[in-house]
């Protein structure tokens, strides 16, 4: 059965590596020169790389583990010591840490909270452990119903002071979303503590070994080109055509450089897209079905990741830290948290910008100025003085529409994988999946797209779909 998908991002690739197991002939057709949708990177006239965001991985991430471990390479996660660090600006220079102990859930992340000792007061421990009680003991359930407030609002209702929302959550909510507490979604929070609560590495972080488009997604493609399926990228989607029926005809491809359109058929199709292209893709008649007019209430927050070089080395961190800046959210130095960036005499920071939606309209220079005004902040023994670090070169990448804004409410219109449309499906970390707009929810969705497909379709003597299969922990803990 041959399967058009749109868009080579973690959900079209991981839907097709999961098409290819069942039996299935997908074809993934990506607009863009490059793989990954919002995990895309490039490489500079330097032979640098640059990428479309900051990418740690988690322990609580069992879908893409079991999806690396299948691809044969997971040992491309370079794992981290077990914890969670966060600058404090009122102290510039100084760092706060969560150690998480090697016990069981939730005990070690009880322990890392207890003994931090210059973050939050014991009172403020206490009323937030009280306040995450429901969450904890009713379960999912609970956590979907808590959409309709903002996670401070949540935190209100709890009896939680504003300072554990200004010490803690703001730079998680930064970090997960792209959005502060007062507009985001408390389900997006109380989804990320269970899980980290639930799971003993569920909040171990990883970085890759280099690039997303080199080392996670062209294994995908090399593994679904060895079965039959195929990746055609620079083949951007003009328009769906439609039968008499209102069912998928055929996808034209906008020929480029002068080339005539392509009309490309198959027997089923599938929308890899984010949710903003989708719904501008959408034919008329559909946009008039209840179910795709739901899209309406969904649309892509703005992201800028920023990659800055500098002369020295500014830290020798290796790991992720959350900056509590009001400008920026995370940032690690790559040359020391990535194998293919090392270098032992210069760092290369990568810097998620958010809020940035009142950033995305301005110049990459104000952007990298008022960066470099954060920095030294956080760095001051190495901006200060006569002979102040340099900045040898940056890249700022703009993702208007990125991962999907996810504000109270947003859950009611999170569409499913099957549409109204007998031979058209959707995957995207858009759609509704338990794991939430990243990277996690993504290679979800795509499995789930192809498990609808395969059940709808079956392929007589395929290959068991090994589906939502959660991989052992130590991949996390001995890695």
Same mark, same amino acid.
């Given at each position: ?6 868009? $080579? ?12 197991? $069942?039996?299935?002939? !997908?074809?993934? @057709? ?15 006239? #330097? ?14 991430? !069992? ?5 690396? /471990?299948? %691809? ?11 914890? @969670? ?9 100084? %760092? ?16 890392? =909270? ?40 949540? @935190? ?31 389900? &997006? ?15 171990? &972080? ?38 008499? #029926?209102?069912?998928?005809? +055929? ?11 392509? =009309? ?17 893709? %959408? ?27 500098? #002369? ?20 690690? #130095? ?27 309209? /301005? ?8 960066? &470099? +005004? ?24 703009? *993702? ?7 504000? !109270? ?10 549409? !109204? &449309? ?8 858009? *759609? ?27 392929? $007589? ?11 052992? +922990? ?6």
């Amino acid at each position: 059965m041959r399967v058009a998908i749109a868009g $080579a991002g973690l959900a079209g690739l991981s839907c097709a590596k999961y098409l290819t197991d $069942a039996g299935h002939t !997908p074809i993934v @057709l990506e607009s863009r020169d490059v793989l990954g949708g919002l995990v895309a990177a490039w490489k500079d006239s #330097d032979g640098d790389w640059y990428e479309t965001g900051l990418h740690a991985f988690f322990g609580a991430y !069992p879908n893409m583990l079991q999806l690396l /471990k299948e %691809l044969g390479i997971e040992d491309r996660l370079q794992w981290k010591q077990h914890t @969670l660090i966060f600058n404090q600006p009122d102290k510039p220079g100084t %760092l706060s840490r969560f150690d998480v102990p090697d016990i069981p859930s939730p005990f070690n992340v009880i322990a890392s =909270i207890l003994r931090n000792k210059d973050m939050l007061t014991w009172e403020q421990k206490i009323r937030f452990a009280i306040g995450l009680l429901p969450a904890v003991v009713r379960g999912q359930k609970y956590v979907e119903d808590m959409d309709k407030y903002s996670f401070l609002e949540w @935190l209100k209702r709890q009896g939680v002071d504003e300072r554990v929302t200004s010490d803690v959550f703001i730079a998680a909510c930064k970090a997960l979303t792209f959005i502060n507490p007062d507009e985001v979604s408390a389900t &997006i929070l109380l989804t990320a503590l269970n899980r980290f609560l639930q799971e003993r590495y569920g909040s171990k &972080i990883a970085f890759l070994d280099g690039s997303p488009t080199e080392r996670l997604c062209s294994p995908i493609v090399d593994y679904i080109t060895e079965r039959g399926g195929e990746v055609r990228l620079n083949a951007p989607l003009k328009e769906i055509l439609l039968n008499a #029926d209102g069912t998928v005809k +055929a996808y034209l491809i906008r020929g480029l450089n002068g080339a005539e359109d392509e =009309i490309f058929t198959a027997d089923v199709y599938v929308s890899a897209m984010s949710v903003d292209p989708l719904k501008i893709m %959408l034919p008329k008649p559909w946009k008039q079905m209840e179910f795709f007019k739901k899209l309406e209430g969904l649309e892509g927050v703005p992201v800028i990741n920023l990659h800055l070089w500098f #002369d020295r080395k500014l830290t020798e961190i290796d790991h992720l830290l959350f900056s509590r800046s009001p400008l920026l959210s995370v940032y690690a #130095d790559m040359s020391n948290t990535c194998r293919e960036y090392a270098n032992p005499n210069r760092s290369m920071l990568e810097l998620v910008l958010a809020p940035a939606k009142d950033w995305i309209a /301005k110049s990459d220079e104000e952007i990298v100025a008022a960066t &470099i +005004a954060e920095l030294e902040k956080l760095f001051p023994d190495h901006f200060g003085g006569d002979n102040p670090a340099t900045l040898l070169k940056s890249h700022v990448v703009k *993702t208007p529409r990125s991962v999907y804004k996810a504000t !109270p409410g947003r859950q009611q219109y999170r569409p499913a994988q099957v549409t !109204p &449309i007998a031979n058209f499906y959707l995957a995207g970390s858009y *759609t509704m999946q338990r794991y939430l707009g990243s990277m996690e929810g993504a290679v979800l969705s795509g499995k789930l797209t192809a498990q609808a497909i395969s059940e709808a379709l079956p392929v $007589a003597n395929s290959s068991n779909l090994q589906m939502l299969t959660r991989p052992p +922990a130590t991949n996390a803990a001995t890695a």
